[in-house]
């Protein structure tokens, strides 16, 4: 005669439990009764229910506790438990869930409701054999349970002051570098590890960032990139190598090792997915034959929130580039530019600094539009970004100011300096052949070029306003020039 399923019920209500007994029975279940948490977990260790409905509140151990037990044990990890909460909403509910309960319903829910819950828990299943018990050392008695629930709360408040400790890098610290670098070390403190390796993919933009010892050298760089790269095609990130930006952070130096190492192992790797796509991973890499284990630290919880924090600085990073870049050239736009050159004035004028301001745009650029059309009037317009980014120094600003005209800021250069670099930009553009139809396509330029120097009145406004009118005398005189301004206000 085949088994049937065996289902615990737990409640501190003797007509709850009979009722239900008799619901289910009624069915063909069998049913065992406990009347509080503990004496469920006496009853589930003497013998593995297929099924347990139980009480929230219970005297003792209520019914999240007894849940959060039994899902511990290797027998009771797969155990369908239905909790049965008097509030149909709020925290008791989240909790339950929280507990590993596979069901939350109303205490007072219909008999159709609770049967139909436990039909579709059990479907697909077979009874349990009558020998199946939990995994332990006999009955465990009021102590042991009671000993073994406590350790299971310490084992979550851990976990949560581990997540809390994770979620303060991403409130405290909002540069995206700095927030990689502190969770490299904050997770190096948890789990031993030589390099921390993170990438994300939007499906458009991926990125991968690697952080190692600051006394690290180029061995070990290039094992943590290839060991990265191995990762990103085990685990399926969508990426095109050509187009992944790859970006190596150091961290602090590296004390647990006698000589900083380049043969490194994964430690721990966390695919984080969104449905079937994996939108990123981190790993922790440690030295060949030095991998130290997680211990208590609990990996599959941290690991996850760690990449969460660190996925939405990468996110708000993207989407301040975006707000501050210009989407055909890559240049900063014009509205990052007056940003950023109000703040450079306020410290030229505080520290007694000069700076320079090259205004610039393409000759009989509509021209350009209408005889070989947009696309390739785009094409000109990039690659002469990608010249100003080139010819830029470090310290220098160069933006798409609106149409055909650029600007570019230059600190603490003087004037001879800037016409310098002006006309040597004008020449490299003269003689540059721009991709398009035909090979012979020339454009030139036009420069204006205004400067601020200790003691000049007026604001940065007034500085862009007189590079503009040496821009507009240079397109009068003939184009293709370069023009200093030399207005009576420059003198005053």
Known sequence: MPETFRILLVDDSETVAGMLSYILESEGYATEIAGDGMGALRAAARRVPDLAVMAVRMPRLDG????????????????????LTSQEAGAERMRAMRAGADRCLFRDASPETILSAVRELLQGKTPRPAADRDAGSGIPDDLDILSRVNGLLDARLFEADLVNEISRVGRELDDFESAVRAMSQLLRDLVPHESMGVVFSDGVHSESVIVVPGNAGEPLR???RGLAERILQETGVPFTPARMKWTVLEGKPSGGFPGVPCALVPAAVHPA?????????LALFSAAGEAAPAGDVPLDAVLPHAFAILENAWSYRQITSMSETDGLTGLPNVRHFRDRIRMEHARARRYDESYAIIMLDID????VNDVYGHPVGDTVLRELASILKEAARETDLPARYGGEEFIVFMPRT???????????????????AFAAPSPLLRVTISIGIADFRPGFGGNEQDVIRRADQALY???????????????????S
Not at 273 to 279: I, L, S, Y
Not at 364 to 367: I, L, Q, R, V
Not at 414 to 432: F, M, N, P, Q, S
Request: glycine content about 10%.
């Open 473 to 491: 005398e240079a397109k009068r005189g003939g184009r293709n020039r370069v023009v200093c301004d030399q207005s009576p206000e420059r003198c």
């Open 273 to 281: 997915r969104a449905g079937t796509m994996v939108r990123g991973v």
């Open 364 to 367: 009989h650029f509509k021209k």
């Open 414 to 432: 003087g004037l001879v300096d800037v016409v310098t670099a002006g006309e040597r930009l004008r020449k490299t553009v003269e003689r540059k």
């Open 64 to 83: 999240i506790q007894a849940c959060r037990f039994l899902k511990s044990g290797e027998a009771g990890r797969n155990l369908p438990v239905i909790l």
């Open 222 to 224: 290039e094992a943590a």
